[in-house]
Nanobody, 127 residues
Framework: EVQLQASGGGLVQAGGSLRLSCAYS????????IGWFRQAPGKKREGVGC????????YYSNSVKGRFTISSDNAKNTVYLQMNSLKPEDTAVYYC????????????????????WGQGTQVTVSS
């Protein structure tokens, strides 16, 4: 059974940092990609970034590039989202999701491509 669980959210002041974790199980990471998404109240869900388990490719949305970093610890079956220089507009519920890919991911994929989703974790950035 595929499972993903995001954690690490919280309340932080603008300019601060948080690290989110996505613990996954039930699939071989090397054949999958894991993406991070977020959804703010009243807004559509948007992609933040993704990592390809097969070749390690990582992609970011323009809104977080240079501030957020995705990494993985295969021994712990965990993907991380390090968020630095946080802004109030980063406030959202953050989700991780997984999709099967062959040959690695070629960029950011839309949320409709992802098959498996974890529950969200709330990130609130105060000004």
């Amino acid at each position: 059974e595929v499972q993903l669980q995001a954690s690490g959210g919280g309340l932080v002041q603008a300019g601060g940092s948080l690290r989110l974790s996505c613990a996954y199980s039930g699939f071989p990471f090397e054949d999958y990609g894991i993406g991070w998404f977020r959804q703010a109240p009243g807004k559509k869900r948007e992609g933040v970034g993704c990592i390809s388990g097969g070749d390690g490719s990582i992609y970011y949305s323009n809104s977080v590039k240079g501030r957020f970093t995705i990494s993985s610890d295969n021994a712990k079956n965990t993907v991380y989202l390090q968020m630095n220089s946080l802004k109030p507009e980063d406030t959202a519920v953050y989700y991780c999701a997984a999709l099967a890919v062959a040959g690695g991911m070629l960029g950011m994929y839309g949320d409709y491509k992802y098959t498996y989703w974890g529950q969200g974790t709330q990130v609130t950035v105060s000004s």
